[in-house]
């Protein structure tokens, strides 16, 4: 019989790697960066580490540690399907059907909800300014950038004070706490 999660239960999978440690399908995080110290501090003491009690969001959260004897290897990139339909013509205009990866998207401001700024610098080092509503997502933000100066590449995205990656990209800019805040890009 297959296990059921109580409702209210949100579950964690922290994987330990030999050489790095991951959040769920996050990006690696190496042992020796003094980001993650105060994260496996936490974890060897077995409390429950400070960024990831903001996942849980009033729900009991539920922490599974798996470990891997094994170097860490990203899983593989999913393969690109060209578009295989047919051209339309649009007044004198033709539509020619072309192989495409999923486009990042731009943010679109409700002007008549509240809105905040939030500065983020770049993994190049080049800063980039968002105008966003409260309720777009990390999601959103990490769509944006990649549709303003794109990678191609995994990103994590950082406050930079206090120190906190954001993991969970479905939590609001408020859920966040990113109301004019200052955020960190880093590619993988």
Request: hydrophobic share 35%; with cysteine.
């Amino acid at each position: 019989m297959p296990k059921t999660k109580p409702p209210g239960l949100k579950t964690v999978i922290l994987t330990f790697w030999t050489d790095c440690f991951t959040i769920d399908d996050g990006p690696p995080r190496k042992f020796k960066d003094s980001a993650n110290a105060e994260f496996l501090n936490d974890v060897h003491k077995g409390v429950v580490p400070r960024e990831l009690e903001a996942l849980a969001q009033g729900a009991d959260l539920n922490i599974e540690l798996l470990k891997k004897n094994e170097e860490y290897k990203p899983p593989p990139k999913p393969k690109v399907v060209a578009f295989s339909g047919s051209g339309q013509t649009l007044g004198e205009f033709n539509i020619v059907p072309v192989a495409t990866k999923p486009t990042a998207s731009l943010i679109i401001i409700d002007e008549t909800k509240p809105t905040t700024t939030i500065q983020v610098k770049l993994s190049d080092g080049s800063r980039l300014t968002i105008k966003c509503n409260l309720t777009h997502t990390v999601g959103d933000l990490k769509s944006h950038i990649e549709g303003t100066k794109p990678s191609g590449k995994a990103m994590e995205l950082r406050v930079s004070y206090p120190n906190k990656l954001l993991i969970d990209e479905h939590q609001t800019v408020q859920e966040a706490g990113l109301l004019n805040a200052s955020i960190i890009q880093r590619l993988f």
